[in-house]
């Protein structure tokens, strides 16, 4: 699905990411785990298409065709989705109204007739309703007064309306208490298809017991040092990230 | 992608730019005393109100064009200015049918229809071309309920204790340089008049437009609301694209008699100039309405067009327990510049106002909010509260804030809260991530921020100036 290739990107003068190579498949669960400054926002928002971030090297395909060309909202058409760590407020706009206009704008995009208002109504239930979120989230401002899991909560819910291809989870952790972690988890678990592949990115294990990865990757100094399956993120919680630390120096 | 997206705003058109050809009567340029008689004369006017004209114009003679707004303009030649341009017609209409086709057309391109029967949304219309008023639609139903709602010259003609009762006493003639003009000068407007307990089974709305070159467009507009009514009302307007400055300069006068309510709703589109700030109408307006017991008066603006807007719709607070509100968003783009606010004046007992003032900044514009607060020495327990909000967008912008605050009673609470913010590009990367273009985004963003303001206006209206935010701000951002 998405394959990427000796990619090298930098923030301002500074250099992130020192060649990453991935590549995951449709089905596919990928974990990527890292000390903080290892790059590993850098690279969910490289995927994205975040305008502060150049790629000055490599390549990112997705289903063939070359991604780094393409505009964030373009991305977001062909499927790919980032749960922001930090995700932003707008006062005055509803959570049902942005998500409207968001499923609507990628239909567009798609070359596709909005959704009918009845489907979409019934759609916000049923998805909010996954995510244990009270009926009268969707009238608020998005984001604006949310606690952190709400926030993140309302990040998971924006991935299940719009379904998309490649969900990024970029900490979506952080900042969850364990009944919160339990919820995202398993929206995101009930989410989960032949078809589509997810991205976590986190710094604990914890999410991991969740969301149970097919692979794990530890992102160190811009440069994926070490893969495996669950259990390297196992070994990781128990022995910190010293080791691996050692390991590259 | 800052650069990009500013260009961009330079091709956003305005789309009611274009000129009606039809045949008008327009008087030569200049303002004289023969020049008021003769517009006087024209609409068959009473001596009393010949006379008060004339007295404004000698009030005016003796006044200075005011300075102390944040704006700067080459100061109009009034005597290069046509005071009096109808368009030809019969002298009375007995239908619609009458109407000059190329003007019904006219309307039509506006998206407005004089149609009595086609009109599904149920609001009644009086339409104002340059200088006179050329259609009121649905009078008999109103008439039925003893509402009058007609234009002003028809006013002066037949009710005329009505009009010589209260015009000028909630803006006096002397109260400003351009209420003192328009007293001298203004040619048509709207008339409303609803009786005692007697609440406006409809939307009351008239629609401005200002057609033919070198005039000046000053009307008066006059509304009374009898003890226990209660009335919406919807003013809109628009004009040609055209290289040089026209004047707009209107008076507005509410009168909310005990426990009356007058909503009164605004979208103003006059042309604002190119994108090079050449062109653009002068909007100097004087809007003000007076409250007695238990009255309430609720001013919603939303402000687009005109090159410079001077306008401060106010509420005097006279009668006990009397309620002002003032909900405003106000756009400037290019090189428009916007001066504008509200006055509050706290005078009787348990007053309480609202403020809500949203200005939106982009390309090279200047936009303030003035706004005073005055609490009466008698005025026990007045409440008032505030907010004024900024926002903007790009770099070569303005924003400005003038809260003027008087108390003179010490149980007076007044609040005041103001904020200033730019739409990040964490918000639209943020928008972008989800499918919505930046475009889509920033008008998403916009309207989320003026949502208290576009929540006051009737539905259909609310719709239409959310379009407009949109049309304006098209690209507006850095």
Known sequence: ?249 | MSDEILDEVTASEYKYGFVTDIESDTVAPGLNEDVIRMISAKKNEPSWMLEWRLDAFKIWLDMKEPEWSNVTYKKPDFQAISYYSAPKQKKTLDSLDEVDPELLKTFEKLGISLNEQKRLSGVAMDIVVDSVSVATTFKKTLGEKGIIFCSMSEAIAEHPELVRKHIGTVVPKRDNFYAALNSAVFTDGSFCYIPKGVRCPMELSTYFRINESGTGQFERTLLVADEGSFVSYLEGCTAPSRDENQLHAAVVELVAMDGAEIKYSTVQNWYPGDAQGKGGVFNFVTKRGICERNAKISWTQVETGSAVTWKYPSCILKGDNSIGEFYSVAVTNNYQQADTGTKMIHLGKNTKSTIISKGISAGHSHNSYRGLVRIGARAENARNFSQCDSLLMGDQCGAHTFPYIEAQHPTAQIEHEATTSKIGEDQLFYCNQRGIQTEQAIALIVNGYCKDVLNQLPMEFAVEAQKLLEISLEGSVG
């Open chain 1, 1 to 249: 699905m998405i394959k990427i290739n000796n990619l090298h990107a930098r923030v301002e003068e500074k250099e992130i990411l020192k060649g990453i190579n991935l590549e995951i498949k449709p089905g596919e669960v990928h974990a990527i785990m890292g000390p903080n400054g290892s790059g590993k926002s850098t690279l969910s928002n490289v995927i994205a298409g975040r305008e502060d971030y150049e790629v000055t090297g490599g390549t990112i395909d997705f289903e063939d065709e070359d991604l780094l060309d393409l505009d964030p909202e373009e991305r977001a058409h062909k499927g790919i989705f980032l749960s922001f760590q930090y995700p932003i407020e707008i006062p005055g706009v509803t959570v049902s109204n942005f998500i409207k206009t968001a499923i609507n704008e990628t239909r567009k995009g798609r070359g596709e007739e909005p959704m009918d208002a009845r489907e979409m109504l019934s759609k916000m239930r049923e998805k909010s309703a996954l995510l244990e979120m009270d009926k009268s989230y969707l009238s608020r401002s998005l984001n604006e007064g949310f606690s952190g899991g709400e926030k993140k909560r309302n990040e998971i819910f924006q991935m299940a309306m719009l379904e998309p291809k490649l969900a990024i989870l970029d900490e979506t952790d952080s900042g969850l208490d364990i009944d919160a972690l339990r919820i995202v988890a398993n929206g995101v678990n009930k989410l989960r298809s032949a078809d589509n592949a997810v991205l976590v990115i986190t710094h604990y294990q914890r999410l991991l017991d969740y969301i149970e990865p097919d692979f794990v990757h530890v992102l160190y100094n811009g440069k994926i040092v070490k893969s495996g399956d669950k259990n390297l993120a196992i070994e990781l919680e128990a022995k910190g990230y010293d080791w691996i630390k050692e390991e590259n120096a």
